[in-house]
């Protein structure tokens, strides 16, 4: 389930630039340990290129004050409150990497090793009384993660992001893609 990731703009200097471009179109992302809720930097459709949103991680849920997170990636389109917006909204949530807590509830650290490379995750959002907010896509786990969670974000490299964004049929084939092998932590 990813419950949480980092935003580090200052340990890289692409993560950096994506931070830069949201605060120049007026947003403050939230930065360190992002958590559910928080305001989140995203990466949209533009007119002619990308561009860099901030907006809440985590649609509202069916009770009052609870937050959905995550969907499925195998589910997206079969479910009501999601697939318009899968269809229509994707985004991209660009992090230095993520967290996920054991059975044990140990708490470890996945990303790429330790090269300072961006891990994007794919994702959707919609408007929700006037208020974006958006929610991000886990898959079944790869070898890499599945001794320590049963689900993982859907990862993108960084070539993948505009076909994710605008082509729907790149989209909904890579909700079934294989998943990068990454390097893990007990933190």
């Given amino acids: 389930m990813c419950g949480r990731f980092m935003f580090e703009p200052k340990k890289n200097p692409e993560i950096n630039r994506i931070y830069e471009l949201a605060v120049d179109n007026?947003?403050?992302?939230?930065?360190?340990?992002?958590?559910?809720?928080?305001?989140?930097?995203?990466?949209?459709?533009?007119?002619?290129?990308?561009?860099?949103?901030a907006m809440k991680w985590g649609f509202p849920g069916f009770k009052p004050g609870q937050l959905i997170i995550n969907a499925r990636s195998e589910t997206v389109n079969e479910k009501k409150m999601f697939a318009s917006s899968f269809k229509a909204r994707r985004c991209v949530y660009p992090t230095s990497g993520f967290f996920e807590w054991s059975q044990d509830k140990e708490k470890y650290w996945f990303n790429y090793g330790e090269a300072p490379e961006p891990l994007y995750i794919g994702g959707f959002y919609n408007v929700f009384q006037g208020t974006p907010q958006s929610i991000l896509l886990t898959t079944a786990p790869n070898q890499s993660?599945?001794?320590?969670?049963?689900?993982?974000?859907?990862?993108?490299?960084?070539?993948?992001?505009?076909?994710?964004?605008?082509?729907?049929?790149?989209?909904?084939?890579?909700?079934?893609?294989?998943?990068?092998?990454?390097s893990s932590r007990s933190v």
């Fill in 26 to 53: 007026g947003y403050q992302p939230k930065t360190g340990e992002v958590f559910p809720s928080d305001q989140t930097a995203l990466v949209i459709p533009g007119e002619d290129q990308v561009k860099v949103v």
């Fill in 145 to 182: 993660v599945a001794t320590i969670h049963n689900r993982m974000p859907l990862i993108l490299k960084k070539d993948q992001i505009k076909p994710w964004l605008n082509n729907d049929e790149f989209a909904n084939q890579f909700l079934t893609a294989a998943m990068p092998t990454l």
